[in-house]
Every structure is written in structure tokens, then in C-alpha cells.
């Protein structure tokens, strides 16, 4: 075996579940004789979809697993009459199954590693007990990391096991062994990243970052930069766009200073936390504007626009939130655009939580601001402003590092960028794909599907759009997010709860803007309804 470090974590990866597969076949059928051979030697676990996988990696290759799930009837309750007679008192107990380490791997590092990070797992889940099957070739090993048998032997004769169970005790001295094993900590590279952001980065973006920095005046980089905005301006249908080193509140800064070139008022839409940042934004920029309002998570009357722009034909200029993601509510882009263009108005658009998780189409806005490390799937710290027009230096009217002519006058690198930063953009845009967006979508419905039929109430009026990469669930008064968020994140979700304005309202939120699959929420549900229908 090479010195390249282990790392143990919950699988969340596509690659990871098909190398899943894979050992499965390996272990159960060719190793063990449990199942029929197949031609595509792969073996799809019955209670997949169900399981958590704690998996360990040497690099990104997957050299040990085992499957967590918490469903009755477990697969014990099949082969013993009466399972719970044979169980110690206990208040929450898991099934673990498909404990497998490849041949060349197998050593207390890896078997104990895994095991540490299960207690620490199950610590997080509530469990005081874990039960399994273990094969008989490894009953000494099983019982050197505390498990104690039970029952008689199960499984055909060709392929037995041996009924085991761990305690809590044996939980909390796994836990104790925990210094020795620092990769196995449930740290942030652990966990299952259901953020707005940061988000959940693919190891070609991570290698990418981590390479040696180069010159932002290098002709190199220069030839990057420029495909990187290319790339930009395909995914939206863009003509120009302008790269800032800086969060969407800067690139939001940046359209507040190209409005306040007009002098001629304007109209801020807002039905959430993001359309009044809008708000806010054209007040310190001393910007005449008038202000539309409807209710967080609903969206606004057409009516109420239309009405304005013809109440008031000196409206220069229109601003709102695409995706407002306080509440997941997606506003409609092509109302606002042909209410614009009905009224000769300049539509201006905070893209920052709809680039790269619903098609965006910026061909007929003025200006629009996204950011890196949301639905393009990079590093957050640069931001973006789309336009269409030719956009001219302002030297006497704007800060320099605010002036959108500026940067299209020095081919968009007037100042020092993060060429990490940048080239992670680019390869993250390199593997950007359309069908990602039938992805999220086709994730989402079977989500939230799963989450109302646990009871849960999804924040938004039922038939309206509302945007596939943010769930918003609103909490009765008897629970606390703050309190099902915390325990969440000791099971290994990070979830958006937070955030004041989430927990003003005791609201909670998925979101599908980074790398995600479908076996890693299961588990996800049942903890929220678990926990969100009951006083936590």
C-alpha cells in the first residue's frame, strides 16, 4: 500500500456510489458467495436507496464501506425470529451492513478508521445501539471493536453469518479512539454541503485551486480569462460580462453605481431578504427609485408592475431578485423582460442564486450579477455583471473598483485577480453541462415529494415557481430550527438555518447548487420528519 493518506467520509459523489457497486460485487459474490454472479459485476444493494454509506478513500479510489440504515424490518428481521429478544434495553438502534474492505487494504488502520467514524456518525443520528451480520471468516476482528454475537449463525451454509450488536459503551470507546484517526473526523469535507453556499466543489475544481498561482498580466492567463468570460456569457446568452474580485454584494454595487449614471428614477421589486438588500443597495447609492412589495415566497402581480410603469413614465430602469433565495420563490424572468420592453425600461437582474441551477436567458437585461460559488459549482470570491451594451469608463462619477467601463477597458483585468480563483471558475465551466438543470429539477420533485409526505409544509403557494435548487421548510412553532439545524449538522448535513432571517421565521432550507445525489438525502428526510414534527 502507497503513503497517500486515507480519507474516510459519507459518500455523496456519483463515482463514489458506482465504485460502491463495485466492492459489493467483489466482497458478496465473488469473495463471499452470498449472490449470483453477473456479466456487468456490479451489486446494487436492496435497501440502496435507504443507506448511508461511510465510506474510506486512498486518493479516489474506494477501499472500504459500510451501509447505515435505520428502516424496520432490517435485514436481521428476516433471518431471527423475534429480533428484539435477543437486543439489550436500548432507545434507537441502526442496521449495519455491507462491511467490506478490499484484499490489498485490509488492515486495524482502515477497519477501525471506518468504525470511528460510524460511532461518531451514530452519535450525531441518536443511536445507542448498531446490530449486523458479520461473516464468520472475521469474528475475532469484529469482536476486538466491540461487538458482541448473538443468536445462531444465519445465511446459507456456504455463506454464514454471525448476529452481532454494539452498545453505546462500545460507541463512546470507538469515539475515544478518534485522536488516533484525524481523517475520520466528522469535519466540513465530511459532510453532506445542502447549502446556498459555499457548495459542494468536484475534485477537478478542488485540484484545479490548488495549483501554483500565476501572474493576472501573463499572457497565459490572459487566454483563460478571456474563455472563462466566453464560457460565462454561452450559459446565459449574454454579450459581455465584467469579473470582480468580491461577493454578489459587490457586483450588486456595481449595478447600483452604472444607475446612478442615468439620474432618472427607477423601480425595485422585492418579495424577500434579497430584493430588500436591493432596496438598501439603491439607497446608499442616492438612487430615486419607487419600491413594489409582495409577500415573501409569493410572487409578484403583474398588474402592480404594469400599472406602476404606466402611472409613472419618467421609470428608467427596473431591479429584482431572479431566484429570491430567502424563500426559493423564482420571480419570472420573461414577464419582467416584456414588461421592460412594453415600457422601454432597463431590466436589471440579480442572478446570484439562478445562474447554474434553472436556465437563464440575459438576452434581452441591461445588467445582471451572479457569483461563483453557487450553481456554476466554484469557489466563492468572484463575482460577475452580465450586460449588452457597450459599457464606457466613468473616471469622474465612480470608485475605480466599481466602474463596470473600466474593467471592459482593460479587457476585464485592470487590477490584481486570483488566477486560483479564476482557473477553478474555468474548469468548473469546462464541465458545466445543460442537462445539470433536468438534474436538480428531477431531484427537487422527488424531494420535496418525500419531505410534504412527511408532513412537512414547503414555504410558497402550492402550483407557483418556485426554484428546484432551494426546499424552504417552515417549522411549527412547537420545534426550533436552530435546534433541528444543530442536530442535523452533528448527523453530517449542513443545512441553511442560520441565517437571521431564517430564523426570524423558524425556517430551514436544502439547497441543490452544488454536487449532490439522490442516496445521500433518504436519510436526510427521515431525520426532518423526525425531528421537524416533533417538539426538538
Given at each position: 500500500m ?8 459519507t ?6 456510489f ?7 460485487y467483489?466482497?458478496?459474490?465473488e469473495?463471499?458467495p ?12 436492496k435497501f440502496?436507496?435507504?443507506n448511508?454509506?461511510l465510506?474510506?478513500?486512498?486518493g479516489d479510489?474506494?477501499v ?12 436481521l428481521?428476516s ?9 439489550p ?6 442496521e449495519?451492513?455491507l462491511?467490506?474492505?478490499?484484499k490489498?487494504?485490509r488492515s486495524p ?9 460510524l460511532?461518531?456518525?451514530?452519535e ?8 449486523m ?5 472475521q469474528l475475532?476482528l ?8 448473538f443468536g445462531?449463525l444465519v445465511?446459507?451454509?456456504?455463506a ?5 450488536y ?7 470507546e ?7 484517526f ?7 469535507s465530511?459532510?453532506?454541503?445542502l447549502l446556498?453556499?459555499p ?8 485540484k484545479t485551486?490548488s495549483e ?13 480569462f478571456?474563455h472563462?468570460k466566453?464560457l460565462l456569457?454561452?450559459?446565459v446568452?449574454s ?7 468580491g461577493?454578489g454584494t ?5 449595478i447600483?453605481?452604472q444607475?446612478s449614471?442615468?439620474r432618472k428614477?427607477g ?8 430584493g430588500?438588500?436591493?432596496?438598501d443597495?439603491?439607497t446608499r447609492?442616492r438612487?430615486?427609485?419607487?419600491i413594489?412589495?409582495a409577500?415573501?415566497?409569493y410572487?409578484?402581480n403583474p398588474d402592480?408592475i404594469?400599472r ?7 421609470i428608467?430602469w ?8 430567502s424563500s426559493?420563490i423564482?420571480n419570472d ?5 416584456e414588461?421592460s420592453?412594453k415600457r ?7 442572478c446570484t442564486?439562478s ?5 437563464v ?7 445582471a450579477?451572479?457569483v461563483?460559488?453557487k450553481g456554476?459549482?466554484a469557489?466563492?470570491g468572484?463575482s460577475m455583471v452580465f450586460?449588452n451594451h457597450?459599457a ?6 465612480l470608485p475605480r473598483?466599481?466602474?463596470?467601463g473600466?474593467?471592459?477597458s482593460?479587457e ?9 480563483l ?8 469546462t464541465?458545466?453541462e445543460?442537462r445539470?438543470?433536468d438534474e ?6 422527488w424531494l ?8 412537512l409544509r414547503?414555504?410558497?403557494p ?6 428546484p435548487?432551494v426546499?424552504t421548510i417552515?417549522l ?5 430550527s436552530?435546534n ?15 441565517s437571521?432571517?431564517l ?7 436544502i439547497?441543490l447548487?452544488?454536487e449532490?445525489?439522490?442516496e445521500t438525502?433518504t436519510?436526510?428526510v ?11
Open positions: 502507497s503513503t497517500q493518506p486515507l480519507t474516510f467520509k459518500a455523496s459523489e456519483a463515482w463514489e458506482e465504485q460502491i457497486h463495485k466492492l459489493n467483489e466482497t458478496f459474490v469473495e463471499i452470498q449472490h449470483q454472479p453477473n456479466p456487468d459485476q456490479t451489486l446494487v444493494d440502496h436507496i435507504e448511508t454509506y465510506i474510506c478513500l486512498h479510489h474506494l472500504g464501506m459500510v451501509a447505515v440504515r435505520d428502516k424496520r424490518p432490517f435485514s428481521d433471518k431471527l425470529d423475534n429480533l428484539d429478544a435477543f437486543l434495553p436500548h432507545r434507537s438502534v441502526c449495519l451492513r462491511l467490506a474492505v478490499e490489498d487494504h488502520r482502515v477497519f477501525q478508521g471506518i468504525m470511528v467514524m460511532a461518531q456518525y451514530g450525531g443520528r441518536g443511536y445507542d445501539l448498531a446490530i451480520s458479520g461473516t464468520v471468516t475475532k469484529y469482536k476486538q471493536l466491540g461487538f458482541v454475537p445462531p445465511g446459507a451454509l456456504r454464514q453469518f454471525q448476529p452481532m454494539l452498545t453505546l459503551k462500545a460507541y463512546n470507538l469515539k475515544e479512539k478518534s485522536k488516533a484525524p481523517h475520520s473526523s466528522a469535519s466540513a465530511t459532510r453532506i454541503n446556498p453556499g457548495v459542494a466543489i468536484s475534485d477537478p475544481v478542488r485551486y501554483v498561482p500565476v501572474s493576472h498580466r501573463s499572457q497565459a492567463f490572459m487566454e483563460i478571456a472563462t466566453h456569457c454561452q450559459v446568452g454579450q459581455s460580462v465584467e469579473i470582480f474580485t461577493s459587490l457586483a450588486n454595487d456595481v447600483a453605481g444607475l449614471l442615468f428614477p423601480l425595485v421589486l422585492t418579495n424577500g431578504e434579497f430588500n438588500r436591493l432596496i443597495h439603491a447609492w438612487l430615486s427609485f419607487r413594489i412589495r409577500d415573501w415566497g410572487p409578484f402592480d404594469e406602476m410603469l404606466e402611472e409613472n413614465p419618467d428608467r427596473l431591479w429584482a431578485v431572479h431566484c429570491e433565495t426559493g423564482l424572468l420573461a414577464l419582467l423582460q414588461l420592453t422601454g425600461v432597463d431590466l436589471c437582474l440579480d442564486s445562474i447554474g441551477t434553472v436556465p436567458n440575459l438576452k434581452g437585461a441591461y445588467l450579477s451572479s461563483s460559488g456554476l459549482g469557489f466563492p468572484l450586460y457597450e464606457s469608463p466613468a473616471p469622474q462619477e473598483y466599481l466602474d463596470l473600466l474593467y471592459a482593460y476585464g483585468v485592470p487590477f490584481t485577480i486570483s488566477s486560483n479564476v482557473y477553478a471558475l474555468h474548469t468548473a465551466l464541465r458545466f445543460s445539470r438543470f436538480i429539477a428531477a431531484l427537487s420533485s420535496r415529494s418525500r419531505l410534504i409526505e412527511s408532513g414547503l414555504v410558497g402550492e402550483g407557483h415557481n418556485t426554484s435548487a426546499i417552515a411549527s412553532e412547537a420545534v426550533s436552530e433541528i439545524g444543530d442536530q442535523l449538522l452533528k448527523a453530517g448535513y449542513l443545512l441553511s438555518y442560520r437571521e432571517y430564523h426570524e421565521r423558524n425556517w430551514i432550507q439547497c447548487m452544488g449532490c445525489v439522490r438525502l436519510p436526510l427521515d431525520l426532518l420528519a423526525r425531528y421537524g414534527n416533533s417538539p426538538a
